[in-house]
């Protein structure tokens, strides 16, 4: 059992460390090892099952850009106002 970083799926797998973050922060996506508050590995094995099964093709095919705010429901961007806005 080989463990990898983040990195190392995005360079083996085409997709982003921040992509996998989210999907750890929303509990989804590959099952990973988190053995200090700042240290997150992958096992290999664990990640070639994980993106060859169908059942994930949904995940891997969101075109959702990762730096736009999508917290709000209603599909508007929240704008912060700067005070020479008013």
């Known amino acids: 059992m080989a463990l990898i970083s983040p ?6 797998y085409g997709v982003s460390p921040t ?6 922060q ?3 996506g590959p099952e990973y ?3 200090t ?14 993106f060859n099964d169908p059942r994930n093709a949904g995940l891997l095919a ?3 850009p990762v730096n736009v705010d999508t ?4 599909g508007r961007v929240r704008r ?3 005070r020479d806005d008013r």
């Open 7 to 12: 990195t190392t799926v995005a360079r083996n």
């Open 19 to 24: 992509l996998l973050r989210h999907w750890r």
């Open 26 to 28: 929303r509990g989804i």
């Open 33 to 35: 090892f988190q053995f």
């Open 37 to 50: 508050a700042r240290t997150v590995s992958y096992c290999d094995d664990y990640l070639q099952d994980w």
């Open 62 to 64: 969101e075109d959702t």
């Open 71 to 74: 917290s709000c429901r209603d």
């Open 80 to 82: 912060s106002r700067r």
